[in-house]
C-alpha cells in the first residue's frame, strides 16, 4: 500500500532530461514555478501548461506515475478551487443564499487549479529524473556561495541526501511493521479518531527505534570510512553542463518571454498571485 | 476435512503495470491438524507472500484458502479473526517490539483477541514459559532484552494468541549456532506440547529437515515439491538442481550411491547414515 507512493522517487532513464545537468533542471524548475505563478491571462496560462506537458512527454516516465502524483493532491487542488470560486469579487452570474459565482470567481478557479496541479507536476519531474545524489550534488554547489556566511553547504547537502536516500527504506519498514502488527490483530481501519490515534503507537515506536538504529549504524559506517565533512573532499563525478543543458536554456527562454509579451499585450484577467 | 486447504493459489504484484510479476502461481495443497511443515525456497521464489495469504495478510488475485472448511475471504470484516487463528511471526519479528514492558508487549495480540485480564495474564506466562524467558525479565522494557530475548518475547506475543497454526518466517536468521539450535528445539517443543500445526520457513534444509513432518519446496512461485521429509529427500538431487543446498550428509549419501555403494539417498541425518553404512559393511 505505502509502495504505491513515489512522491520524490526517480525513475532511472535515457531521455534528455535525464541527460541534463541537476543544476540546470533545479535553476530551470524555480524559474518555471516563478513563471507559472506570474501568468496574468488565459493565453500565458495556457502557454505555462502546454509547456509543462511537454516536459512531461520528453520525461518518457509513464504518465501513470504523473497521473498518481495529481491524485494525491487532487483534494487539495477541489478544495481550493471551490473555495475561490465563491469568493470572486463582482457581479454575481449566479446565486444562492449567500453563496455567489462571479466570473472573477471563475477565473481564479481555473488559475488555481491549473497553477497547483503544473506545480505538482513539473516539480514531479525533477525528481522522477535526477537520481537523489545527483539532486543534492546540484544543490550543493548551487548553494556553494553560501560558505561565505558560514552556512555548511556540504553537511546540509550530505542529509538531504540520506534522508531522501532513507525515504524507501523507511516505508518498507513501515509496511513490514504494519503487517506484522495486524498478523498481533491490530486494527488500524476502524474506531473512533483517539482509538486510530492510538493505534499509531505499535507502528510509530519501532519506527523511531529503527530509524535511530539505522542513523548509529550509519554514522558508524561514515566515520569508519573516514568521512569527516566536506573539506578537501573532491568528487569522482564532476557535474559538467552539456548541449542539452543550453538546449533547455534556451526553449525555455523562449517560453518564458512568451509568456511575459502575452501578459503585457492581453488584457489581463487575474490580478492574484504575483 | 484438512484443517487448512488451499486451492489454485496465486498473486501477482503490480498488475497493469511495468513491474508486474507473479509472485505465487497456482498453488494448491492441504495441511493437517498437528502437522509441522518446513518451507524452503531461494528469496524471491514466493514463500513469504504465500505464508501472508494465509493469514489474510495478502489478498490473494486468484483461488482460495479454506480454513476449517471455511474460505478465509467470505467475509472480509472477519479476517482479523483468521488472524488469531493463524499466527504469524516475520522475519526478524523483535523490530516489532513496542511496550513499555515485556509483559505487555505479549499481551498486545490476546488484548487486541478481547480476551479477559485473567486469561491473559495466564497465556502471557505459558508463552513466555514456552519461550524460556524468565518471569524476571517480563517487567523489563523489551529495549532492555538482549537480541536472542528480543526475538523469543516477539515469538512469544504470537504464541500467546494461542493460534491454531503457527507461522514462522526464517525465525533463526541472525542468531548464532547456539541461539538457533535453542530455538528450533523451543518450537519444536512447543509444536509437541500443543499438539498444533507449525509451518517453518527457512533457508537451512539441515534445520528443516531435523525438525519438520513434510516439506514444501517452493521454485519461482511454484510449489516444486509437497511430501514428508524422507521422501523429499529422495529427490534430492533435483532440489539441487533448481539450486538449493540439501543437507551435507544428504550429499555425501548421493555420492557414495553414485560410486557403487548400495546406499539409500532418501538419508537427511547423521544417525541414519552411520546406520546404514554400518549395516553395508556387515553384509
Redesign the interface.
Known amino acids: 500500500m505505502l509502495k504505491e507512493i513515489t512522491l520524490g522517487q526517480y525513475f532511472p532513464g535515457k531521455s534528455v532530461l535525464h541527460k541534463m545537468d541537476p543544476r540546470m533542471k533545479i535553476i530551470l524548475l524555480t524559474c518555471y514555478i516563478v513563471f507559472i505563478f506570474l501568468t496574468k491571462n488565459y493565453i500565458s496560462l495556457a502557454i505555462m501548461a502546454v509547456s509543462v506537458l511537454g516536459v512531461l512527454t520528453l520525461s518518457k516516465v509513464?504518465p501513470?506515475l504523473y497521473f498518481k502524483s495529481v491524485k494525491a493532491i487532487i483534494f487539495i487542488v477541489i478544495f481550493t478551487s471551490a473555495l475561490n470560486l465563491f469568493y470572486g469579487t463582482g457581479e454575481p452570474i449566479w446565486q444562492w443564499g449567500v453563496l455567489k459565482i462571479t466570473q472573477a470567481g471563475i477565473n481564479t478557479a481555473v488559475f488555481v487549479a491549473v497553477r497547483i496541479i503544473a506545480l505538482v507536476l513539473i516539480s514531479s519531474v525533477l525528481t522522477y529524473t535526477t537520481s537523489p545524489t545527483d539532486l543534492t550534488d546540484g544543490i550543493e554547489k548551487l548553494l556553494k556561495p553560501l560558505t561565505v556566511f558560514h552556512i555548511q553547504v556540504h553537511e546540509i547537502a550530505m542529509m538531504m541526501t540520506i534522508a531522501l536516500r532513507f525515504i524507501p527504506t523507511l516505508l518498507e519498514?513501515t509496511d513490514?511493521?504494519m503487517?506484522?502488527?495486524?498478523?498481533?490483530?491490530?486494527?488500524f481501519e476502524s474506531g473512533n479518531f483517539m482509538n486510530r490515534i492510538k493505534a499509531l503507537?505499535?507502528i510509530l515506536?519501532?519506527l523511531f527505534?529503527?530509524a535511530f538504529r539505522r542513523a548509529f549504524d550509519l554514522a558508524m559506517a561514515m566515520e569508519s570510512r573516514c568521512y569527516h565533512g566536506g573539506d578537501g573532499r573532491t568528487r569522482m563525478k564532476v557535474l559538467k553542463y552539456s548541449k542539452y543543458d543550453f538546449m533547455a536554456l534556451g526553449v525555455l527562454t523562449v517560453i518564458f518571454v512568451g509568456v511575459i509579451v502575452c501578459n503585457v499585450m492581453l488584457p489581463v484577467t487575474i490580478r492574484t498571485g504575483m | 476435512m484438512s484443517l487448512l486447504e488451499v486451492k489454485n493459489l496465486s498473486f501477482t504484484y503490480g498488475t497493469g503495470?511495468?513491474f508486474e510479476k507473479k509472485a505465487v502461481n497456482d498453488v494448491s495443497l492441504s495441511i493437517e491438524q498437528g502437522e509441522f511443515i518446513g518451507i524452503i525456497g531461494h528469496t524471491g521464489s514466493g514463500k513469504s507472500t504465500f505464508i501472508?495469504m494465509l493469514?489474510g495478510?495478502i489478498k490473494p488475485t486468484e483461488g482460495q484458502i479454506f480454513l476449517d472448511g471455511k474460505d478465509i475471504w467470505e467475509n472480509p470484516k472477519k479476517i482479523?479473526k483468521v488472524?488469531?487463528k493463524v499466527?504469524?511471526v516475520?522475519q526478524y519479528?523483535e523490530?516489532?517490539?513496542?511496550e513499555e514492558t515485556v509483559e505487555k508487549d505479549i499481551a498486545?495480540?490476546p488484548k487486541?483477541?478481547g480476551l479477559k485480564d485473567d486469561e491473559i495474564k495466564e497465556r502471557v506466562a505459558s508463552a513466555a514459559k514456552f519461550v524460556d524467558l524468565k518471569p524476571e525479565l517480563l517487567k523489563k522494557s523489551p529495549?532492555e532484552l538482549s537480541g536472542g530475548e528480543k526475538r523469543r518475547a516477539a515469538i512469544a506475543?504470537?504464541i500467546a494468541?494461542d493460534p491454531d497454526i503457527l507461522i514462522l518466517d526464517e525465525p533463526t536468521a541472525g542468531l548464532d549456532p547456539r541461539g538457533r539450535d535453542v530455538l528450533l528445539s523451543q518450537i519444536s517443543s512447543y509444536h509437541k506440547s500443543k499438539n498444533n500445526t507449525v509451518l517453518l520457513v527457512s533457508h537451512s534444509m539441515e534445520d528443516i529437515s531435523r525438525i519438520a513432518d513434510k516439506i514444501l519446496v517452493m521454485n519461482k512461485g511454484n510449489m516444486f515439491a509437497f511430501d514428508e521429509t524422507k521422501k523429499i529427500f529422495s529427490k534430492g538431487e533435483e532440489i539441487e538442481k533448481i539450486g538449493l543446498q540439501i543437507p551435507q550428509i544428504t550429499k555425501i549419501m548421493i555420492g557414495l550411491a553414485k560410486r557403487g555403494y548400495k546406499l539409500p539417498t532418501d538419508i537427511y541425518s547423521v544417525e541414519q547414515a552411520v546406520n546404514e553404512i554400518l549395516r553395508l559393511q556387515r553384509v
Do not use: C, H, W
Open positions: 509513464s501513470k519498514e513490514k511493521i503487517s506484522a502488527q495486524k498478523a498481533r490483530g491490530a486494527d503507537i505499535p515506536v519501532p527505534v529503527s | 503495470t511495468a501472508q493469514n495478510l482479523r488472524r488469531f499466527g504469524m516475520f519479528p523490530y516489532q517490539l513496542f498486545f495480540g487486541n483477541m529495549f506475543g504470537v494468541m
